[in-house]
């Protein structure tokens, strides 16, 4: 394949999907470097599973280009397939194994595993390292399926939303965990998921595949103030009425606004656009009509300004 860097972990061109006659992927273009997390975030049904599989070599693609570790998927050998992790369901299978064997036979596998141990106690599992799979909640279990992908020190590791299940708290030692990987040890992360927040805290790029295309793609902030959303002032009137107003020059307006006024502005506050207002706005504006994006899709209006009395937030 022409133009792939040496730091290219994962290119694809044209990639396209059909089941059945039906056109899941129509040609998906993504380019993931060597280290980087990079997010794959789309509404249900929109491919990312099928993308992940079709980059791991699980699925066969009907149409494209695509090159994971200088390799095509589909034809990826054993030695290809140790550099890659996965984060598998694979505690159905052993339910009645303890944890910390389970991890300890996974672990034969590979010629440069994890200490397991140790592993145990990076994903917070080392206090159920002697209780039975199946005794494991569900959140304990998806930690071991993470433990279960990294055993084998992956060069490049596949999350396909990684911490549905979590509380709040194992999701931000989950996160701290993936960053680690990523910022320590280099690792490549593909990650997919419907938390917009999660992909704002753990991606250094994202993109979103919407109609089976990537219709936008960069850093989080780069999405957040790309022209899909504006940024919106609100304030409360002289008169106790609230006002909120979309613009892309909020300085502007609160100068104006200071202008016109008598003295201090109350409860002024300028919130600026974020990456859930990009994301809504373009799955809005793909599937082609109101309310796709559900009633609380902050996008822009047709002229770029919303202005009125609303009750306060
Ligand atoms: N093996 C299959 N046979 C037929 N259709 C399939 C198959 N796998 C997936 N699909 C369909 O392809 C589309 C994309 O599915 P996929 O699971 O890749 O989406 P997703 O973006 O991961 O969705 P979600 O966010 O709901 O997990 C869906 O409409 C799904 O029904």
């Known amino acids: 394949m022409t ?6 972990v994962i290119r694809a061109r044209g990639m396209a999907m059909s089941y059945g006659g039906r056109d899941v992927l129509r040609g998906v273009d993504l380019d993931i470097r060597r280290g980087e997390v990079f997010a794959l975030l789309g509404p249900n049904g929109a491919g990312k599973t099928t993308s992940v ?79 039975q799979v199946e005794r494991l909640s569900g959140g304990q279990r998806r930690r071991l399926d993470v433990a279960l992908g990294i055993v084998g020190r992956p060069e490049l590791l596949f999350l396909d939303e990684p911490t549905t299940g979590f509380d709040p708290r194992a999701r931000r030692e989950f996160h701290t965990l993936v960053e680690r990987l990523a910022r320590e040890e280099g690792v490549t ?24 295309r990537i219709r936008a ?10 022209a899909a959303a504006r940024a919106e002032v609100r304030w409360t009137g002289d008169d106790g009425t609230h ?51 559900g009633s609380g899709a902050d996008v822009e209006d047709r002229n770029g300004t919303v202005s009125g009395e609303v009750s306060a937030a």
């Open 3 to 8: 133009g792939r860097g040496a730091d290219t």
């Open 53 to 131: 599989e079709i980059l791991e070599g699980f699925r066969r693609r009907s149409r494209g280009e695509v090159d994971v570790l200088g390799a095509d998927p589909e034809r990826g050998d054993d030695a290809w397939r140790a550099r890659i992790g996965l984060v598998l369901q694979s505690w159905r299978d052993h339910r009645r194994w303890r944890v910390a064997e389970l991890l300890s036979h996974f672990a034969t596998y590979y010629r440069r595993p994890r200490d397991p141990a140790a592993l145990l106690e990076l994903v917070g599992l080392a206090e159920q390292s002697d209780q």
């Open 189 to 212: 992360v593909l990650l997919t998921t419907h938390d917009l927040a999660e992909a704002e805290r753990l991606a250094d790029r994202i993109a979103m595949l919407v109609g089976g």
């Open 217 to 226: 793609s960069g850093t989080p902030a780069e999405l957040a103030r790309s």
């Open 243 to 293: 006002h909120r107003e979309r613009t892309r020059d909020p300085s502007r307006l609160v100068w104006e606004l200071h202008r016109a006024a008598a003295g201090p502005i109350a409860d002024l506050e300028v919130r600026r656009p974020t990456l859930e207002d990009t994301y809504l706005h373009m799955v809005q504006r793909e599937e082609g009509g109101a309310g796709a994006a």
